[in-house]
T-cell receptor, first 111, second 118 residues
Framework: SQKIEQNSEALNIQEGKTATLTCNYT??????LQWYRQDPGRGPVFLLL?????KEKRKERLKVTFDTTLKQSLFHITASQPADSATYLC??????????FGPGTRLSVLP | EAGVAQSPRYKIIEKRQSVAFWCNPI?????LYWYQQILGQGPKLLIQ????????DSQLPKDRFSAERLKGVDSTLKIQPAKLEDSAVYLC????????????????FGPGTRLLVL
């Protein structure tokens, strides 16, 4: 069955450092990979999308890489701030179907 | 632009009772999703509608869960009878959908309904 793993349940980093979150998947060949942010008591909010034929995508302080050979995506937040503290979810889909979310990584940026 | 609306925000019921959740997606969004999110886990897709047709309901426990999307707009998700393990947050999301060579499935989520089954 399809399985998604995210590197750890929780990640603590110092303010100003780069946070790197990992998303690994098995038994899936996604056409797209998305990253979402979820704050406590709220629904997930879309951050970035990367296609299977793209290696890297950037948006402001965010960067996503996608390696379909390794079946892995890396999500980077540079110059991290306490306001970046949240749970980050990766999600896979195949042309708008077979949506699967990972379990999430809870990031804490310490001042 | 108004976001995805859900109600109620919270619900507490006894096991074996029934409960219904309502979702109003963003205007013009063809695709609507219902997810179940258990504490500490990622959202799990229960059902996906494209307009008023079902695209994917493979993970919907059909012996107790049902969902409908009349007229391709609002949707309701029902649980009857509820079990203790149904305690979770139920998220509704919508997207433009109608995939035609350009990705339009970025999802916009509502605030969720937190269900506690005692």
């Amino acid at each position: 069955s399809q399985k998604i793993e995210q590197n750890s349940e929780a990640l603590n980093i110092q303010e100003g450092k780069t946070a790197t979150l990992t998303c690994n998947y098995t038994n899936y060949s996604p056409a797209y990979l998305q990253w979402y942010r979820q704050d406590p008591g709220r629904g997930p909010v879309f951050l970035l999308l990367i296609r299977e034929n793209e290696k890297e995508k950037r948006k402001e302080r965010l960067k996503v890489t996608f390696d379909t050979t390794l079946k892995q995506s890396l999500f980077h937040i540079t110059a991290s701030q306490p306001a970046d503290s949240a749970t980050y979810l990766c999600a896979l889909d195949n042309y708008g179907q077979n949506f699967v979310f990972g379990p999430g990584t809870r990031l804490s940026v310490l001042p | 632009e108004a976001g995805v609306a859900q109600s109620p925000r919270y619900k507490i019921i006894e096991k074996r009772q029934s409960v219904a959740f309502w979702c109003n997606p963003i205007s013009g969004h063809a695709t609507l999703y219902w997810y179940q999110q258990i504490l500490g886990q990622g959202p799990k897709l229960l059902i996906q509608f494209q307009n008023n047709g079902v695209v994917d309901d493979s993970q919907l426990p059909k012996d107790r869960f049902s969902a409908e999307r009349l007229k391709g707009v609002d949707s309701t998700l029902k649980i009857q009878p509820a079990k203790l393990e149904d305690s979770a947050v139920y998220l509704c999301a919508s997207s433009l959908g109608a995939y035609r060579g350009a990705y339009q499935e970025t999802q916009y989520f509502g605030p969720g309904t937190r269900l506690l089954v005692l």
